[in-house]
């Protein structure tokens, strides 16, 4: 796999694939899309995901995927990030706060426990965070409450506890009427 350094994209989703994802995979230096999702893929998630520079987009939702999810970082380029789905556990990676590319973080239906990591509200651009269904506890940080590009939270299902911090913020905005 590591001869195909043209490869752009791979999207072998909603097939009856098994086994686990090859360490190799984030060694493909031109790699921007895998999609590998609705198969049964298992074991862990390649640590090289977590450095693999030219990602765009990562969709690995609905497999059977464990263990922790690998720190990102050196990833200037990731805008989505969907790991819905899996049997993830552990907690989520402050390291994804690092990635300021990021439009989407979907991490819904794990077994993810903790709680969520601060870095995350910090994230310039991220408009979708999706962390429902899985085993969320404490405060939500009021960092997320104000990200201000954020459009979708989702949160659901957790045991998270404490207070909303909402703060309503007023832009000026200039139209050619």
């Known amino acids: 796999m590591v001869n195909l350094t043209s490869l752009v994209r791979i999207d072998l989703s909603s097939n009856d694939l098994s086994g686990s994802i090859p360490e190799e995979i984030g060694a493909l230096p031109s ?25 765009r987009m990562v969709d690995l939702q609905d497999n059977s995927l464990s263990g922790v999810i690998p720190p990102f970082q050196k990833m200037p380029s990731l ?9 993830l556990s552990g907690s989520i990676p402050g390291s994804l706060g690092n990635v300021s590319s990021l439009n989407y973080i979907l991490l819904a239906e794990n077994v993810l426990e903790g709680l969520i ?13 999706e962390l429902g269904y899985n085993r969320l506890s404490g405060n939500v940080p009021a960092v997320i409450y104000n990200a201000s590009s954020l459009r ?3 949160l659901g299902e957790n045991m998270l506890d404490g207070q909303i911090y909402l703060t309503l913020a007023t832009h000026s905005q200039t139209s050619n009427h």
Do not use: Q, V
């Not at 969907?82 to 049997?87: G, H, K, P």
């Not at 870095?119 to 965070?129: D, F, K, M, S, V």
């Open 31 to 55: 790699l921007e899309t895998l999609i590998l999702d609705t198969n049964r893929f298992s074991g862990n998630i390649p640590r090289s995901l977590g450095t693999a520079a030219s990602l």
């Open 79 to 87: 805008r989505f990030l969907d790991l819905t789905a899996n049997f």
């Open 117 to 129: 990591p601060e870095a995350l509200g910090h994230i310039p651009n991220l408009t979708n965070l």
């Open 152 to 154: 979708y939270l989702g």
